[in-house]
């Protein structure tokens, strides 16, 4: 595709729910990022995946969170057992190779929105 | 990531220039200034980088000072499409490794008016 695609657009869940959201990058991009932006707030970052490598949780705010990135493309973003905290818009984006190159550009998607009722 | 500081907003009038300004008197001399710039209900979007230079591409310039502790992202003719949060970001070579994820402060409003 053209750019990085993100699905659902919106999200209405209710508290205690499980909700997955889904990532795809551009073609050929081995570093792929979650970034997650409450109302009102800057981009916060969330996870961060490089090829087969492990990927950094550092950004995680807690164990229900969790991602998964398949056969080095499409990544899964799980929130499980949703609070009304974790109402946000969740945002990925992509880079052709993301280590150690700070000239290099990412790419986002348009995020998801997430609302927990 | 240095620490940026940007007014939270700032207003232009359609088709005149706007300077929008970003201190970082923390910059590492391995610092790149990284703009990036989130129109309404969308994704970020990268808009230009420079590390000592001037940059100019198709959507700004970048005036960097001469001591690096500022930077300059110019929008020659402000359209009503410019309406967007604009974002002064400074990336290092962190690790081989690392991620290089982007860290976001709060940036400035900018308001185009017809």
């Known amino acids: 595709g053209a750019g990085v695609s993100q699905s659902p657009s919106n999200k209405v869940t209710e508290k205690g729910k499980d909700v997955e959201l889904r990532c795809d990058p551009i073609s050929g991009h081995t570093a792929l990022y979650w970034y997650r932006q409450s109302l009102g707030q800057g981009l916060e970052f969330l996870i961060y995946f490089q090829g087969n490598s492990a990927p950094d949780k550092s950004g995680l705010p807690s164990d229900r969170f969790s991602a998964e990135r398949t056969g080095g493309s499409v990544s899964t973003l799980t929130i499980q057992r949703t609070q009304q905290e974790d109402s946000a818009v969740y945002l990925c984006a992509s880079s052709s190779n993301g280590r150690g190159r700070p000239q290099e550009t990412q790419y986002f998607g348009p995020g998801t929105r997430l609302l927990v009722l | 990531d240095a620490k940026t500081t940007q007014p939270n907003s700032m207003e232009s009038n359609e088709e005149e220039p706007v300077h929008l300004p970003c201190n970082h008197s923390?910059?590492?001399?391995?610092?790149?200034i990284h703009w990036y710039r989130q129109l309404p209900s969308q994704g970020p979007e990268y808009v230009i980088h420079?590390?000592?230079s001037n940059v100019n591409n198709r959507m700004a310039s970048l005036a960097i000072a001469e001591d690096r502790k500022s930077s300059t992202l110019i929008l020659h003719r402000a359209t009503l499409r410019d309406a967007a949060v604009y974002y002064c970001?400074?990336?290092?070579?962190?690790?081989?490794?690392?991620?290089?994820?982007?860290?976001f402060g709060g940036g400035t409003r900018l308001m185009v008016k017809p």
């Open positions: 970001i400074l990336r290092d070579v962190i690790g081989h490794n690392a991620g290089n994820m982007l860290t």
């Open positions: 420079g590390l000592t």
């Open positions: 923390t910059i590492s001399g391995t610092d790149y």
